[in-house]
Nanobody, 113 residues
Framework: QVQLVESGGGLVQAGGSLRLSCAAS????????MGWYRQAPEKERELVAA???????NYKDSVKGRFTISRDITKNVVYLQMNSLKPEDTAVYYC???????WGQGTQVTVSS
């Protein structure tokens, strides 16, 4: 089992940056995949970025070149650096682990135009 706690959301103007953090209660190297998802109002939750225990990353096409997922294995934290933010990036962002399977509580990101 693992508990995930996100932080770092907020309000930012278009073109700005935010960094989200996800702190895990166990070694992230013992978790197959860590990912960031987001859910905008009246839309389905979608994968934004993920990183495997081996360090392989993948991204949603619309965030490639703007977002970067990384990790600090000494702190058991996964980050999502978000640059050149757009209003359409506005959503609640959730940290996810597989496997073990778990979700964080979510953090709101709002990008104003």
């Amino acid at each position: 089992q693992v508990q995930l706690v996100e932080s770092g959301g907020g309000l930012v103007q278009a073109g700005g940056s935010l960094r989200l953090s996800c702190a895990a209660s166990r070694s992230i190297l013992s978790i197959n995949v860590m990912g960031w998802y987001r859910q905008a109002p009246e839309k389905e939750r979608e994968l934004v970025a993920a990183i495997t225990s081996g360090g392989t990353t993948n991204y949603k096409d619309s965030v490639k070149g703007r977002f970067t997922i990384s990790r600090d294995i000494t702190k058991n934290v996964v980050y999502l650096q978000m640059n050149s933010l757009k209003p359409e990036d506005t959503a609640v962002y959730y940290c996810n682990s597989q496997f073990p399977y778990s979700w964080g509580q979510g953090t709101q990101v709002t990008v104003s135009s």
